[in-house]
């Protein structure tokens, strides 16, 4: 978590998964950084197992590729329960502003791509059991779309990026009578 709450690695982690592997040059030119310091980058996130050489050789020309695409930030123990809001709060600025793009460029997208996308906000009323339920039923939803991100090979035809970006969290006051212990970590799916 501590490694991707870093707004560059989560950038750079973020282009591996959707352009494929690159190295840090090509990165650089990409997010606007010099190649030393993605590099620097990349050694960081390939040392947290979130990346991977695309071949064993170290020349000059070293691309990466993401390990595995996808993440679950869960809440944890207080250290990493730091780490998992730092992150989450990377997360958070990276959805909105994709969708303040995606507000800015629809209007080029086919309109079946338009009336297909989807913004909404629902209030539930749910115990503990049901919303780990609902939260567990949504990840496995969206799994097998997930793997494609991280091996080009598996996308369909025709197929663009989409984000998904789920967030379920209580309003309000806690209930009286439930439970308030929580543990968790990064998922990788």
Not at 112 to 124: G, I, M, P, R, V
Not at 134 to 153: C, E, F, G, S, T
Request: a negative charge.
């Amino acid at each position: 978590m501590r490694a991707l709450a870093n707004p560059l690695r989560y950038a750079l982690y973020e282009l591996l998964a959707t352009s494929g592997p690159l190295t840090a040059t090509e990165a650089a030119a990409i997010v606007g950084q010099s190649p030393t310091t993605c590099s620097f980058h990349l050694r960081q996130l390939a040392r947290y197992g979130l990346i991977e050489d695309v071949d064993d050789q170290h020349g000059r020309s070293r691309p990466w590729r993401v390990s595995q695409a996808g993440l679950r930030v869960l809440p944890g123990d207080h250290d990493a329960g730091l780490a998992a809001t730092a992150l989450a709060g990377v997360l958070r600025q990276r959805v909105l502003a994709r969708l303040g793009q995606w507000d800015e460029e629809k209007s080029a997208w086919p309109d079946a791509w338009q009336k297909s996308a989807d913004e909404a906000d629902h209030l539930l009323y749910v115990t503990l059991d049901e919303l780990t339920e609902l939260k567990d039923r949504l990840h496995d939803l969206l799994v097998p779309y997930v793997q494609r991100v991280a091996d080009p090979a598996r996308r369909p035809a025709g197929a663009a990026a989409v984000e998904a970006a789920t967030i379920l969290h209580p309003v309000g006051p806690p209930p009286s009578d439930g439970p308030s212990e929580v543990s968790g970590t990064t998922r990788r799916t």
